[in-house]
């Protein structure tokens, strides 16, 4: 089975401060990782996916992230963050020669302080 | 570009009742797929389209929940008979074709369920 994890369910963080949001998996075959972001009473929004390449990937907003194969992880990073950035943040995970479902973690909640 | 759109945006019912969703994929979007978002949890796959035909719909509770996209572009998620652990977000997305796994989907705001 698949199984995504967001190991805090909160983290917080100084306006300015650089921020990590975790994420490790445990897939069978090779792994997709992406991060979303969702704003209160919205929906999810795409921010950033690893396909190959370069493990460093960056997408919207200024956020990046790491691809570590050998950690099965893909911690969402950004160097400074703002107060708009706090939202929920999703990690997701699809894996190739499957039925492409991706399988959510349960979220991080960011809040950044002024 | 228009984004997937969602109706109706929030729903109370009392258990038993039944209730339905609907879901307008962005245009030229293949793939749909239907989600529970229970509060404190990471969305949860009910079932996936390709077009009209369904890919995967080994989440759904059969016995109550149904959804079809006849023609191949909107969709509906129906629930009947409700139960109170139904509450959730219902979410709908998008995307270009599930036959990738680098195609990210693109989420509509959702329909809040509240069943009483």
């Known amino acids: 089975a698949q199984s995504v994890a967001q190991p805090e369910d909160q983290v917080n963080v100084a306006e300015g401060n650089p921020l990590t949001v975790k994420c490790t998996y445990s897939?069978?075959?090779?792994?997709?990782p992406f991060w979303y972001v969702q704003y209160p009473n919205r929906g999810l929004q795409f921010l950033l996916k690893y396909i190959t390449g370069d493990n460093l990937v960056k997408g919207s907003y200024g956020f990046e992230a790491e691809f570590n194969k050998s950690q099965t992880s893909f911690h969402l990073k950004k160097p400074s963050a703002l107060v708009s950035d706090s939202a929920l943040y999703f990690c997701a995970v699809r894996v190739s020669g499957g039925s492409y479902i991706p399988t959510f973690g349960r979220g991080t909640s960011l809040i950044v302080h002024p | 570009e228009a984004g997937v759109a969602q109706s109706p945006r929030y729903k109370i019912i009392e258990k038993r009742q039944s209730v339905a969703f609907w879901c307008n994929p962005i245009?030229?979007?293949?793939?749909l797929y239907w989600y529970q978002q229970i509060l404190g949890q990471g969305p949860k796959l009910l079932i996936q389209f390709q077009n009209n035909g369904v890919v995967d719909d080994s989440q759904l509770p059969k016995d109550r929940f149904s959804a079809e996209r006849l023609k191949g572009v909107d969709s509906t998620l129906k629930i009947q008979p409700a139960k109170l652990e139904d509450s959730a977000v219902y979410l709908c997305?998008?995307?270009?074709?599930?036959?990738?796994?680098?195609?990210?989907?693109?989420f509509g705001p959702g329909t809040r369920l509240t069943v009483l």
């Open positions: 997305a998008s995307s270009l074709t599930s036959g990738s796994t680098y195609n990210e989907q693109f």
């Open positions: 897939v069978s075959g090779n792994p997709y």
């Open positions: 245009s030229g979007h293949a793939t």
